[in-house]
């Protein structure tokens, strides 16, 4: 039939584009259209696959969801980038899911080659995330890459400095190292609060922006 149902006379062109079967990509968008994942949908699936494949890490990422969204309201962060902030939060290490298991799993120190390997999930992490347009993916994204980065440059994978270091990463990186150092892991028992407290002093102005270190040590968590 050379024209649609309300009479409208289409052109040759457009009717033989129309019997044709649709580019896979606007299949996509109209799914997409149709039944658009939410933040929460998305970041919730993501955390998922990150403890499937590392089941003992769930407790680490609700604290560090927790710990950075607490962070982000004492310097009066919009509610709104704290929200992005929460859910991002959580996928910091979603890179881990390109590293090997046995290494994840070692419990002896690494080598040089399996160190490199293993720094590399922030890279990972950043092409599994930075691949979407919407701003949680953006903001997810620019944490999993940045959040190993150092206030003093000495960091990895870029060696970025000081205000350069995204202030979500720099938020991270500050809450991620206090939980793991306050949690058990196979190569280590959990440190207690003086001794971790000690820890994150030390690394004031190297490893964190002093700034928000200060912040983040007048109400530490328990
Ligand atoms: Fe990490």
């Known amino acids: 039939m050379p024209n649609g149902k309300s009479g409208i006379k289409l052109p040759a062109n457009i009717i033989e584009s129309m019997s044709q079967p649709l580019p896979q990509d606007s299949i996509e968008d109209q799914i997409l259209q149709s039944d658009q994942l939410s933040m929460e949908d998305a970041s919730f699936c993501l955390r998922s696959a990150?403890?499937?494949?590392?089941?003992?890490?769930?407790?680490?990422?609700?604290?560090?969801?927790n710990y950075a969204a607490a962070l982000a309201r004492k310097i009066d962060l919009d509610p709104h980038q704290i929200d992005l902030l929460w859910h991002g939060a959580a996928l910091h290490d979603i890179g881990k899911l390109g590293i090997p298991?046995?290494?994840i799993r070692k419990e002896s120190s690494l080598s040089p080659d399996e160190m490199q390997l293993m720094q590399s999930h922030t890279v990972i992490g950043h092409n599994i995330l930075n691949t979407g347009t919407?701003?949680?993916?953006?903001?997810?994204?620019?944490?999993?890459?940045?959040?190993?980065e150092s206030w003093d440059g000495t960091g990895y994978p870029n060696q970025i400095k000081g205000n350069a270091i995204p202030l979500t990463a720099r938020i991270v990186a500050i809450v991620d190292v206090y939980d793991a150092l306050r949690s058990k892991r196979r190569y280590k028992p959990a440190w207690g609060k003086k001794e971790a407290l000690q820890e994150m002093t030390d690394l004031r102005g190297q490893k964190f922006d002093p700034e928000l270190l200060d912040l983040f040590l007048t109400d530490i968590p328990a």
Do not use: T, W
């Open 50 to 65: 990150c403890i499937a494949y590392e089941p003992e890490i769930g407790p680490h990422l609700k604290n560090v969801s």
């Open 134 to 148: 919407s701003e949680f993916l953006k903001v997810a994204a620019e944490i999993a890459l940045s959040h190993h």
């Open 101 to 103: 298991q046995e290494l």
